[in-house]
């Protein structure tokens, strides 16, 4: 069974920084991209930035410059670095990741962590 656990989630004030993590484990046998998507409330779940296995990376266009995703294949972790954070950036942050199995390829989706940036 194959879990995304992320963390680093947490309070802090506008123009700070956060970094989340997130580590998959389980019976995984390659990783493909991985991303970070963001829910705030009333809001449709959208994307953040994605990875892929060599370490190409695209973001969204507003968070361009101020976040950073990048991965370690050998622990099957992503991170995400969040500079000059704003209020507007507060949302629940998940972890996704397109994942091979020895029976199976699917997405994955973490459980989600909570970021809320105070004015």
């Known amino acids: 069974q194959v879990q995304l656990v992320e963390s680093g989630g947490g309070l802090v004030q506008a123009g700070g920084s956060l970094r989340l993590s997130c580590a998959a484990s389980g019976n995984i046998f390659r990783i493909n991209t991985m991303s970070w998507y963001r829910q705030a409330p009333g809001n449709q779940r959208e994307l953040v930035a994605t990875i892929t296995t060599g370490g190409t990376t695209n973001y969204a266009d507003s968070l361009k410059g101020r976040f950073t995703i990048s991965r370690d294949n050998a622990k099957n972790t992503v991170d995400l670095q969040m500079n000059s954070l704003k209020p507007d950036d507060t949302a629940v942050y998940y972890c996704?990741?397109?994942?091979?199995?020895?029976?199976?390829?699917?997405?994955?989706w973490g459980q989600g962590t909570q970021v809320t940036v105070s004015s």
């Open positions: 996704n990741a397109d994942i091979w199995t020895v029976i199976r390829f699917r997405n994955y």
